[in-house]
């Protein structure tokens, strides 16, 4: 499955974005679907999932409650809603997406093989 990420940009702290993450060709059915982010000089780290089918998410500690992941089944794609964004936001977040993702894997980058190009988030304090 090929993945387009899009949505990025430079935003004030507090506030808002939403970033997509497109499939052509092809659909979501049966993939798990997750955002990655990597700051500069940092490891690339999740910051949440959905399982398709189920719609069951996944979220990393730190966006819980500010970010939501959703799915559009319609237009084959999946939305990261970043709310109440912080300067630690800061990074290039990938989109990211399997068939064979375990639920204990989720959070494993190593556990996708499919990766969208990255789109620049920048949150100025």
């Known amino acids: 499955v090929q993945l387009q990420a899009s949505g990025g940009g430079l935003v004030q702290a507090g506030g808002s974005l939403r970033l997509s993450c497109a499939t052509s060709?092809?659909?979501?059915?049966?993939?798990?679907v997750a955002w990655f982010r990597q700051a500069p000089g940092k490891e690339r780290e999740f910051v949440a999932g959905i399982r398709w089918n189920s719609r069951i998410t996944s979220y990393e500690d730190s966006v819980k409650g500010r970010f939501t992941i959703s799915r559009d089944n319609a237009k084959n794609t999946v939305y990261l809603q970043m709310n109440s964004l912080k300067p630690e936001d800061t990074a290039i977040y990938y989109c990211?997406?399997?068939?064979?993702?375990?639920?204990?894997?989720?959070?494993?980058?190593?556990?996708?093989?499919?990766w969208g190009q990255g789109t620049l988030v920048t949150v100025s304090s």
């Open positions: 990211a997406a399997d068939r064979g993702v375990i639920s204990s894997s989720i959070r494993d980058s190593r556990a996708y093989d499919a």
């Open positions: 060709g092809q659909t979501f059915s049966g993939y798990v």
